[in-house]
């Protein structure tokens, strides 16, 4: 494409070029991400097409995965680009999120930490603050809910046993299943991880609900304390 015609009104192009029309032709797979984008954006702004304002979008970030953790008013720092444009595009982001991942639901069985980071990997990747969840199972490790119990900082994430076990009781659950996320990307547990899991697992026995794992999620991957040695399955 040439960069001078991003300047032009998409209307001026000739019709192939045109992203919607693209589309129409080649399919969604065919078109850059600068193009994909200026469909959802629909309009430039003064002296820049959509694929313009799309392609400046595009360099203030290392990718898109970069790009789906930018709030509204960050996004719409970028000329040409209001809160309506801005949440169109997270609107989109967001279901492609969910495309990726296959939610825990009521019901479901939990065969190994295989299924659990399929589940929560997608949305826990790229947070900025780690998040701590729960996961209610039953005697048969069928799930009953998922709960977010705590947010934290950039590195931490405090948790006390009653925030996991008061809804595990109230749920009649057999066992749990502790998931939290590291922000860095790497899942290696700190000795805040380890002491922190040891103080649930006892909890647990304590009133007899067991700990069957604790994952900590990465970029890209994930630690099972179950099977790196680091604690025994529940």
Known sequence: MDDRRTNLPIKQWPEEERPRERLHQYGAESLSDAQLMAILLGTG?????????AVDLLSRYRDLREMSTAGVSEICRVPGIGKAKAARLLAAMELGKRIQAFPL?????????????????????????EVFRVVL???????????????GSLTACLVHPREVFAPAIRESSASVLLIHNHPSGDPTPSPEDIEMNKRLVQAGELIGIKVLDHLVIGDGRYLSFVDQGLMTAG
Do not use: M, Q, W
């Open 45 to 53: 702004d003064a002296g820049r097409s959509a694929v313009g304002v």
């Open 105 to 129: 639901k009521e019901g479901d069985l939990i065969r190994g930490s295989r299924d659990v980071f399929e589940s929560c990997h997608p949305y826990l990747r790229d947070l900025k603050k």
């Open 137 to 151: 199972l039953n005697g048969k490790n069928r799930v009953i809910r998922t709960l977010t119990i705590s947010e």
